[in-house]
Each structure stands twice: as structure tokens, then as C-alpha cells.
């Protein structure tokens, strides 16, 4: 694979162009990571509506009902499902690790194994969430391990 890249005139426009024989998942991850690099997420905390970028993120988790992005300076109501937070994130390191909670791959210190087939993980802020059997597969695939 090539990789080329041109400054453009001053009155030109940024511009990505792909040129691929076949599509692949590697392309379309690429794609979709570009598309999403300047999502953001609005939380809100007390009186406050704050944006959050997906990297500031170290999860989200869902209690009773309501869906919390938890992050280095505080927790945030997300007034979104978290099936459509997984949905609009499915190409990044965002992945779900169970019913009620998706997990910021970037935010990972490690993994260990522990009974019954799930797994503990670390985020890189001291705190440990369990990831449940039936997502490993998908965390472990995210992660080429």
C-alpha cells in the first residue's frame, strides 16, 4: 500500500481520496475512523451541557434507564441509548463489554482473565470493569489478540 500525501492550494479544500482494487474491512475501519474523528458525544452534568469527544471517554454505562459517560473530570448523563452509542461508534475502539456498559479501548491498561470466563479489565484511571463471557470474543477481536 501507498500512502501519498499533498498540501493543497490555500484555496483549495481538505480532501481524502481512497483508491482500492477491493474494499476491505482494514479501508472501511479507516473510513469510518475518519468520519468519526470529530464526533462528539453531549453530556450533561447538573446545569451544564458539555461536549465530549469519544478519546476523553472512558466508558459509558447504563443505569436504571439512563446512559453515563464517565470520564476523566466527572460523569456525564448521555441522553442517548447504548445501542445507538455503539451503533455510531462501531469503527473506533469504543466496544461493548456487556448489557449495560461499552468500553473506550484506548482507556485500557490490561486484561485478566477471571472465573467463569470474563474478564477484568483496568482503564488507564485506576478503575476495573468486568467484561461478561459473551462479549470477550468481540473485545479480544477488536484488540487482534
Known sequence: MRITIESPTPEQEDEIIVRCRHLDDRIFDLIN???NENAQ????LEDKIVK??????Y?????D???FAYTVDGVYEVRKKLYEIEKEF???DMVRISKSAIVNLEKLE??????NGRFEARLKNGEKIIIS???????KKKLDI
Open 33 to 35: 475512523a475518519l468520519k
Open 41 to 44: 458525544i453531549t453530556g450533561y
Open 52 to 57: 465530549l469527544l469519544p478519546g476523553e471517554i
Open 59 to 63: 466508558y459509558f454505562e447504563s443505569v
Open 65 to 67: 434507564n439512563k446512559v
Open 90 to 92: 462501531e469503527y473506533t
Open 110 to 115: 490490561y486484561l485478566r482473565p477471571i472465573f
Open 133 to 139: 463471557r459473551q462479549y470477550v470474543a468481540e473485545v
